[in-house]
């Protein structure tokens, strides 16, 4: 049984921690089904740049994005960043595209870093939401917050 | 207007609903790619604010235990609203090694095959354990 809050619970606090720079190729229709036009848009670089993540994107990864028979649009991108201390890390990035009151879009995203221990480990401790946006057709950008975390 | 590089408004984080989702005992399966592996079956429980609804038996939340103790929660479940209609909650996140009363923090999709504000919305999830259970509060991040 849920009990009734008197007001509503506070939100988590979020803290921006680094940009993610992604340059794309042109995308690669895939098969289509009733959920809708499946498109592969390969990623081909890019940067990570942050107080704590200072990284180049490595070429080969890319969006399995799904444009949904309702209208929506699903990204899931999965890529490999390599950090300035030579590691690479996977990066498992789901989101949603979204509608602003103006009719501009943009994207809301739930990043989940693959590290090793070590340096890097804080990737794996922490929930990230990115806000993201089309620069052009080949060039994306994304905000990357860390939820729950003071500022450091 | 063309819009700045670096002009992407910060997320707004609202709560939107709490969940209590019943759990039952740990099954060990060895060590996955990123640690010592854990499926925790969920068996039930209720969903209230934004949705309502029941969770149902047969969904798992498949955990990675790794040797600093963090945990890595990748947790799906259905869940049937109150329409008739039954959606996915998929839940990926961490309950850190320090965590107070089980803590931990995910973020969530709602997955179904109809057209409305869930399947536009990515929602963060931050909850702790309780008896037999784990409770949560959503927040909408748009």
Same mark, same amino acid.
């Given at each position: 049984m849920?009990?009734?809050?008197?007001?509503?619970?506070?939100?988590?606090?979020?803290?921006?921690?680094?940009?993610?720079?992604?340059?794309?190729?042109e995308?690669?229709?895939?098969?289509g089904s009733?959920?809708?036009?499946?498109?592969f848009?390969?990623?081909?670089?890019?940067?990570?740049?942050?107080s704590r993540?200072?990284?180049?994107?490595?070429?080969?990864?890319?969006?399995?994005?799904?444009e949904?028979?309702?209208?929506?649009?699903?990204?899931?991108?999965?890529?490999?960043?390599?950090?300035?201390?030579?590691e690479?890390i996977?990066?498992?990035?789901?989101?949603?595209?979204?509608?602003?009151?103006?009719?501009?879009?943009?994207?809301?995203?739930?990043?989940?870093?693959?590290?090793?221990?070590?340096?890097?480990?804080?990737?794996?401790?922490t929930?990230?939401v990115?806000?993201?946006q089309?620069?052009?057709?080949r060039?994306i950008?994304?905000d990357?917050?860390?939820?729950?975390?003071?500022?450091? | 207007m063309?819009?700045?590089l670096t002009?992407?408004?910060?997320?707004v984080?609202?709560?939107?609903?709490?969940a209590?989702?019943?759990v039952?005992?740990p099954?060990?399966?060895?060590?996955?790619?990123?640690?010592?592996?854990?499926i925790?079956p969920?068996?039930g429980? %209720?969903?209230?604010?934004?949705?309502d609804?029941?969770?149902?038996?047969?969904?798992?939340d498949?955990?990675?235990?790794h040797?600093?103790?963090?945990?890595?929660?990748?947790?799906?479940?259905?869940?049937?609203?109150?329409?008739?209609?039954t959606?996915?909650?998929?839940? %990926?996140g961490?309950?850190?090694?320090?965590?107070?009363?089980?803590?931990?923090?995910?973020?969530l999709?709602?997955?179904?095959?109809?057209?409305?504000?869930t399947?536009?919305?990515?929602y963060?999830?931050?909850?702790r354990?309780?008896?037999?259970?784990?409770?949560?509060?959503?927040?909408?991040?748009?």
């Amino acid at each position: 049984m849920s009990s009734a809050h008197p007001s509503p619970p506070v939100p988590p606090v979020k803290n921006k921690v680094f940009t993610l720079d992604v340059l794309l190729r042109e995308p690669i229709i895939l098969s289509g089904s009733d959920l809708g036009r499946r498109t592969f848009i390969p990623i081909m670089g890019g940067s990570v740049s942050g107080s704590r993540l200072d990284a180049t994107i490595i070429d080969g990864g890319g969006d399995w994005a799904l444009e949904r028979a309702d209208g929506g649009m699903n990204i899931h991108a999965h890529y490999l960043i390599r950090a300035d201390d030579e590691e690479v890390i996977e990066v498992d990035n789901v989101g949603r595209w979204r509608e602003r009151a103006d009719g501009s879009t943009y994207f809301v995203t739930t990043p989940v870093f693959v590290v090793g221990d070590g340096r890097h480990a804080w990737l794996r401790e922490t929930v990230f939401v990115g806000m993201g946006q089309e620069v052009d057709e080949r060039r994306i950008v994304i905000d990357v917050y860390a939820v729950g975390v003071e500022g450091s | 207007m063309e819009r700045q590089l670096t002009e992407i408004e910060p997320p707004v984080l609202r709560w939107v609903g709490n969940a209590i989702v019943e759990v039952g005992k740990p099954l060990s399966v060895g060590r996955g790619p990123q640690g010592e592996r854990r499926i925790v079956p969920v068996s039930g429980g %209720r969903v209230t604010g934004a949705w309502d609804g029941v969770v149902q038996a047969g969904g798992a939340d498949w955990q990675e235990v790794h040797t600093d103790g963090t945990t890595t929660l990748a947790a799906r479940y259905p869940v049937m609203l109150s329409d008739g209609r039954t959606v996915c909650f998929v839940a %990926r996140g961490v309950r850190p090694a320090a965590s107070v009363n089980g803590g931990f923090r995910t973020s969530l999709l709602v997955e179904g095959d109809t057209v409305d504000a869930t399947s536009t919305t990515v929602y963060v999830a931050e909850g702790r354990k309780v008896d037999g259970a784990v409770e949560f509060d959503i927040f909408e991040v748009s």
